[in-house]
């Protein structure tokens, strides 16, 4: 079934005007771990994400490239949800996270907020290829109980 043009170009502005994920990896044991992360999208619905090579996000991707992810907390009823494989750089470090950092008002957001301390020789980008992707939007007014018949398929 080929995606609408106009599904994709909703998801992407959705994608645009956020920038905070739940991503899921799976950890040692097998089973899943999850931590909210900023990120940054580009044409191609790839994400990338920062972090320091210390974390359990980034040993579980070392072991295990397959990641799940969620965008969209609210107020709005709107998410995106996907899945894909995740590869690492430690190249594209600082160019992402002055990226990121462009995007926001420093001076509103908390002294302890993580992207303060970066970048740092310690931090490396993750870049997330999903495989699938789907955009449940319940804003127009949608019944709750029909909920599930309204997710749309972005990839």
Known sequence: MKVKPEIRQKAMHFLKNNNVMALATIGEDGKPQVAVVYYAIDSEFNFYVSTRKKTRKFRNILKNPDVSFTIGTGPKVITIQGGGEA????????????SLIENFDITKV????????????DVVVIKIKPNWMILLDLEGGVPIEDYEVNFQRVL
Do not use: Q
Request: charged share 35%.
């Open 87 to 98: 590869e690492w750089s430690e190249e594209k470090a600082n160019k992402f996270v002055w």
């Open 110 to 121: 908390s002294i302890r907020w993580p992207l303060r301390i970066l970048p740092h020789k």
